[in-house]
């Protein structure tokens, strides 16, 4: 995507608009196909008994030897592998000794230590991480951008400074020191807030937020920091432009020059941060499940990397690349909706 100025109107900017969608679509499926022959690669063609790992240690010869012949060991790798699309897009039979179980399509296999399909344990899990992430980034994005247009405002003053200050530190700080720091001060010493436990949003939506305010802050404090400098950079950018300045030549109020226009021209480069950032998230969130006990993803995952779940892990890691390939395609066309000067190639 290249920036010239020139715009998309009418049938034909609709038409190149639409082949624009349709381009990144096809890119993004090619592009999780590459992801999949990576993953597939890195877990089952390395060195190694594969079936005794994808087992376990603690697994007998026969089940070794039944691991085997599931993951059908003895085929060529492009016979295992395309096996293994099969199972994703048409569902495949698992034996799991006692019965044949049938995993409904998109099936990413049997976890090892449950029984469980994968899938099903990734939605069980998902709206856990997809909670978190949606509050966190609401948070960060409202922390973030009117701190930076604040700090682009108030350019050269005492406000910018200290704000500037405050991001910088933002930036520099784990978000497992500022977890716990909250959870010491917020929830132990002056007892506004409850440890986290998760509630589900259909159970009770008030306790499903009020538990999870803690997390949400602690993980968009961090991200916070990042997008109010990158908004005060965009700011001050566009605030240099000259169609900036002709609007405060001919009158236009400063609170409507910031809002109205700078921060329109401003918005592009942070829309597309943010829906990066929200696939990113969906797989980055492991310090925060893991440190307030938040049975999600990525919580999820930590527990099948002890294990060594393969299946588990393998799926897990697929749908945290789906979600960033998506995520990229997604700020693609935001990007280009936000930003009417961009070539759409």
């Known amino acids: 995507m290249s920036a010239s100025l020139t715009g998309f109107t009418g049938f034909t900017g609709l038409a190149g608009f639409t082949g624009f969608v349709v381009r990144r679509l096809v890119g993004a499926v090619v592009t999780l196909l590459a992801i999949s022959v990576i993953i597939y690669a890195v877990f089952y063609i390395a060195p190694g008994d594969v079936a005794q790992i994808t087992c376990g240690p603690r697994c007998s010869p026969a089940q070794v030897q039944q691991v085997a012949d599931q993951l059908r060991l003895d085929d060529p790798v492009y016979l295992r592998y395309w096996h293994f699309l099969q199972g994703v897009f048409a569902g495949q039979d698992y034996s799991t000794g006692t019965s044949v179980q049938h995993c409904g399509a998109p099936c990413l296999g049997l976890s090892y230590q449950t029984d469980q399909q994968v899938t099903e344990l990734i939605v069980a899990k998902l709206p856990v991480t997809v909670s978190l992430v949606v509050g966190a980034m609401t948070l960060w994005l409202l922390l973030g951008v009117g701190t930076g247009v604040l700090s682009a405002w108030r350019r050269g003053r005492l406000t910018e400074r200290v704000l500037t200050g405050i991001t910088l530190a933002g930036t520099a700080t784990p978000v497992f020191v500022?977890?716990?720091?909250?959870?010491?001060?917020?929830?132990?010493?002056?007892?506004?807030?409850?440890?986290?436990?998760?509630?589900?949003f259909t159970e009770d939506p008030e306790q499903w937020a009020w538990n999870l305010l803690l997390p949400w802050l602690s993980f968009a404090l961090i991200e916070a920091a990042r997008y109010a400098r990158l908004t005060r950079a965009a700011m001050l950018e566009t605030l240099a432009e000259d169609h900036v300045r002709t609007f405060r030549a001919y009158g236009v109020g400063e609170r409507s020059?910031?809002?109205?226009?700078?921060?329109?021209?401003?918005?592009?480069?942070?829309?597309?941060?943010?829906?990066?950032?929200a696939g990113?998230?969906?797989?980055?969130?492991?310090?925060?499940?893991?440190?307030?006990?938040?049975?999600?993803?990525?919580?999820?995952l930590v527990h099948a990397v002890n294990v060594v779940d393969l299946p588990v892990v393998v799926g897990l890691v697929l749908v945290t690349g789906f979600f960033v390939v998506l995520a990229n395609a997604v700020a693609d066309v935001l990007f280009a909706v936000a930003d009417r000067r961009v070539v759409l190639t």
């Open 178 to 200: 500022i977890g716990l720091v909250l959870m010491i001060i917020v929830c132990g010493q002056l007892q506004w807030l409850p440890f986290p436990q998760y509630v589900p």
């Open 257 to 277: 020059v910031i809002g109205r226009h700078a921060l329109r021209g401003a918005i592009a480069p942070v829309i597309a941060l943010a829906a990066n950032d």
């Open 280 to 300: 990113a998230a969906i797989g980055g969130a492991v310090l925060t499940e893991s440190m307030f006990g938040l049975p999600g993803l990525g919580r999820e």
